[in-house]
Nanobody, 117 residues
Framework: QVQLVESGGGLVQTGGSLRLSCAAS????????MGWYRQAPGKQRELVAA???????NYADPVKGRFTISRDNAKNTVYLQMNSLKPEDTAVYYC???????????WGKGTLVTVSS
């Protein structure tokens, strides 16, 4: 079993910054892709950014140029640096990891990000 624990969410004003962290622990065989998703009230969960074990990244169009995903493989931790935040970035942000040779998927419980206008 793998546990993912997010941290770093909070309340910030428009234009501000936050850095989210997600640490993986437990029976980690090999973590492949790690990513951040978000779910706003009344909306479906959507991909924000993802990063492979080799460092290749993928971003959703609304966050390109503002958010940066990175990871520390030695610490089994993924980060999301969020700059120039907008009210529409308000959501619960979830960490996701694909683990092991069968790419078992694990999710964190989420951390709330609120951007005030």
């Amino acid at each position: 079993q793998v546990q993912l624990v997010e941290s770093g969410g909070g309340l910030v004003q428009t234009g501000g910054s936050l850095r989210l962290s997600c640490a993986a622990s437990g029976s980690i065989f090999a973590i492949n892709t790690m990513g951040w998703y978000r779910q706003a009230p009344g909306k479906q969960r959507e991909l924000v950014a993802a990063i492979t074990s080799g460092g290749n990244t993928n971003y959703a169009d609304p966050v390109k140029g503002r958010f940066t995903i990175s990871r520390d493989n030695a610490k089994n931790t993924v980060y999301l640096q969020m700059n120039s935040l907008k009210p529409e970035d308000t959501a619960v942000y979830y960490c996701k990891a694909d683990v092991g040779p069968v790419l078992a998927t694990y999710w964190g419980k989420g951390t709330l990000v609120t951007v005030s206008s």
